[in-house]
């Protein structure tokens, strides 16, 4: 008996489903698990994770923060570089800041949480903890001796042209002290919380500063990365931190810097990417060779 045609569709599509349900669902998968067994590919496939002591301590894929519990850096280690995922490398929350070169006036309020802080005032902050954690000098172009951005919003007579008839250093606030005394005769003031001096009419104006060109902290030392997870930081940022680690380890820096070209990798297929070192596995070459005083 031939059946009905409606009912010969909707079995060829129950076929089809219960064919691709077990090819996609139950034998592609399998064969992934399996293939992720093999020799040589099993610690991939597990996550590449990093043993020490008898416990896992995290993955060479994925970065750390080599921080105390009040997040202040452990001298003792190479510092990662920063990271916008989440509170600092949480891989739930890979993201990027989605800030980008136009954020230089940060948004002061009353409220603590309505505050935030513009790339530029995040980076001159960095850098200048870092300047202060390595002994280096910490200073950067458009950045204030204080850690922040060094903006002027500037107010002129006829909007954009004019004389000057006021200037506000948008990023710092009371106790302060402006960075500028004047700007073209006008004494500089210190920003109030919740003005947007910006819709107030002010040209936003950076300062560039006397800083060097060329500043002694690594650009990836203040930046966080597209995925804000890198478990590499570059080998002048390492280079950056080789007295710190040599003096609070009590060892010769040029054995440091010897473990540091250890766990540096070149660029891939010699000619993509940047020279990076791995922070994680450095740092565990640092305890078993140099435990500490």
């Known amino acids: 008996m031939r059946l009905p045609n409606w009912l010969s569709q909707h079995l060829a599509a129950l076929r089809a489903v219960l064919v691709f349900t077990v090819l996609l669902g139950l034998v592609y998968p399998l064969a992934l698990v399996a293939l992720g067994k093999l020799p040589g590919l099993d610690h991939k496939a597990d996550g590449s994770l990093v043993d020490a002591g008898g416990k896992t301590v995290g993955s060479s894929l994925i970065g750390q923060l080599f921080t105390d519990a009040d997040g202040n850096p452990v001298p003792r280690y190479f510092q ?13 929350s890979t993201s990027a800041s989605n800030l980008g070169p136009e954020s230089v006036v940060d948004t002061i309020a009353t409220d603590p949480e309505k505050s935030s802080e513009s790339l530029l005032t995040q980076v001159c902050g960095r850098s200048r903890a870092v300047g202060e954690l390595d002994g280096v000098d910490g200073r950067r172009p458009f950045c204030t001796t204080d850690g922040v951005g060094a903006v002027l919003a500037v107010f002129r007579a006829d909007g954009l042209t004019g004389r000057v008839t006021r200037v506000v250093s948008v990023n710092q606030v009371a106790p302060a002290t402006p960075f500028l ?10 920003a109030q919380p919740d003005q947007d ?3 107030a009419g002010g040209v936003v104006t950076p300062i560039r500063g006397d800083a060097p ?7 990836d030392a203040v930046t966080a990365s597209g995925s804000g ?6 080998p002048a940022y390492a280079e950056l931190q080789v007295n710190r680690i040599a003096r609070e380890r009590g060892a010769d820096p040029t054995a440091v810097r010897r473990l540091v070209d250890e766990h540096t990798t070149g660029r891939a297929l010699g000619f993509l990417g940047e020279p990076g070192v791995n922070v994680l596995e450095l740092n565990l070459a640092l305890d078993r060779q140099f435990p500490g005083r």
């Open 80 to 92: 990662s570089r920063p990271s916008a995922a989440g509170d600092g490398y949480d891989p739930t």
């Open 181 to 190: 005394s004047s700007y073209q005769g006008v004494p500089v003031q210190l």
């Open 197 to 199: 001096y910006v819709a």
């Open 213 to 219: 060109a060329d500043p002694a902290v690594p650009a």
């Open 229 to 234: 997870l890198d478990p590499q930081i570059s």
